[in-house]
């Protein structure tokens, strides 16, 4: 009984790691696709040029795939190690999300907006009258430091809220199928791993 329950959990974690890994391959396409068609139009941050959005996606597709790779292999061989490799590997892609969610608040240029309810809010975090780089109408070094009249006046939180607001449906249906898939994932993992140890445990 354990030995076919084994094998049920093991090719439907072959199959979903498969899926995984083909989701790699489209991420690390898309992400190849922007960096070759819109160059540096999609830097999120004027001080990193190679911080970019395609640079992200190339990034996270590799990783993804990797880690869809390791699943697979330790899916078919059974292999404890593997597996829990596996399992670390899928919990540091929670890491890499919350990076990039706090990269997508503290880089704000592309958004033209400046502090969370206007440009003021930066003079209590910084105890003086000047607000991040990212703030200014034209990015130069130490901008910050200029007058108000050459930073972006727009709050963040209002203007993201729109963003979001307009891309609901879009940024819902991502984050949902990346939750299910990552809780998938794991579930699949942990009790495979549980079954090899009860297998292992019955043979000896």
Not at 36 to 47: I, K, V
Not at 75 to 89: G, P, R, Y
Not at 142 to 151: Q, R
Request: hydrophobic share 50%; proline share 2%; with cysteine.
């Amino acid at each position: 009984m354990a030995r076919a329950c084994l094998q049920a959990v093991k090719y439907l974690m072959f199959a979903f790691n498969l899926l995984f890994w083909l989701g790699g391959c489209g991420v690390l396409g898309v992400g190849i696709w922007l960096a070759a068609t819109q160059g540096s139009f999609a830097t999120l941050s004027s001080s990193f040029p190679s911080l970019s959005a395609a640079n992200l996606l190339i990034v996270t597709g590799t990783f993804v795939m990797a880690i869809g790779f390791v699943g697979c292999l330790g899916a078919i061989k059974e292999n404890k190690c593997l597996l829990l490799t596996f399992f670390l590997l899928l919990l540091l892609v929670f890491l890499l999300e919350a990076t990039i969610a706090i990269l997508f608040f503290a880089y704000t240029d592309k958004f033209r907006c400046c502090g969370v309810s206007n440009y003021t809010d930066w003079f209590e975090v910084y105890n003086a009258t000047r607000v991040p780089d990212s703030c200014c109408l034209e990015f130069s070094e130490s901008c910050g430091l200029h007058a108000p009249g050459t930073w972006w006046k727009a709050p963040c939180y209002e203007t993201v809220k729109v963003w979001l607001q307009e891309n609901l449906l879009a940024v819902g249906v991502f984050g949902l199928c990346t939750a299910l898939v990552q809780i998938l994932g794991l579930t699949f993992a942990m009790t495979m791993y549980c079954q090899v140890l009860k297998a292992d445990t019955y043979c000896a």
